[in-house]
């Protein structure tokens, strides 16, 4: 919470009311965060959202291109390194109000020595990547872009799959912890990773199979 949106509200004379109407809306919010924890399956793509489940339509293809390159490259770069854990499109994080689904996310080793075969419910990741789609975009760029920030994950990456771009946001604390734009990279360019250390790819290989092709080439020959 911002430091001017909180002395708002410690300056609202009906404080008291409001904090009492607040904690009977999450009580009822966390017996439906369950609710949808228990109903949720390996087969369903969705997201429990500021209290509302949200289900995810199949993507088309741009999209599935995008982040399966992208993630065959983090995870063997991953790998190769003995870096940590990644997940692809099914990875569900679990943060203060609401369960996330991201196309990818990346674990350190500091973290992802407490997974289990049995986890289900992981915690903020140390990356994460989300591709856009036109039923996506609003939350990518807004709840998620100030949760994701909120809960101190290091570095966020917006693609777009139709203009070909990819956006890298850093985590800064001055005067909010909040995201700061890098760059938004496109092709022709070259994409460092910082919370991945020495990923570095051309953000071509992102959007093109022959490219990803020759990067992954690349990596396992490094």
């Avoid at 609202?12 to 919010?29: G, K």
Wanted: hydrophobic share 40%; proline share 5%.
């Amino acid at each position: 919470m911002s430091a001017a949106l909180l002395k708002k509200l410690l300056d609202a004379p009906d404080l008291p009311q409001l904090m009492e109407q607040a904690n009977i809306q999450l009580e009822a919010e966390n017996e439906r965060r369950k609710e949808f924890r228990e109903w949720i399956t390996p087969g369903i793509k969705a997201e429990f959202i500021n209290g509302e489940v949200i289900l995810h339509s199949p993507v088309k293809r741009g999209h599935l291109r995008c982040s399966g390159n992208l993630f065959k490259l983090l995870d063997t770069f991953v790998a190769i390194k003995n870096l940590g854990e990644t997940s692809y499109d099914k990875g569900l994080i679990a943060l203060t109000r609401n369960d996330y689904e991201p196309d990818i996310c990346f674990w350190g080793n500091e973290k992802a020595a407490n997974f289990t075969d049995e986890t289900m419910l992981h915690p903020a990741p140390d990356f994460v990547v989300e591709v856009l789609s036109k039923k996506t975009a609003k939350f990518d760029r807004t709840i998620k872009f100030q949760d994701y920030a909120i809960h101190g994950i290091p570095e966020y990456w917006i693609i777009d799959p139709w203009i070909q771009t990819i956006e890298q946001y850093w985590l800064e604390y001055i005067p909010d912890q909040a995201y700061a734009l890098v760059a938004k990279w496109r092709v022709g360019d070259h994409i460092n990773c910082r919370a991945v250390e020495g990923f570095s790819i051309p953000v071509e290989a992102v959007f093109d199979k022959k490219a990803c092709s020759e990067t992954l080439k690349s990596l396992l020959s490094a």
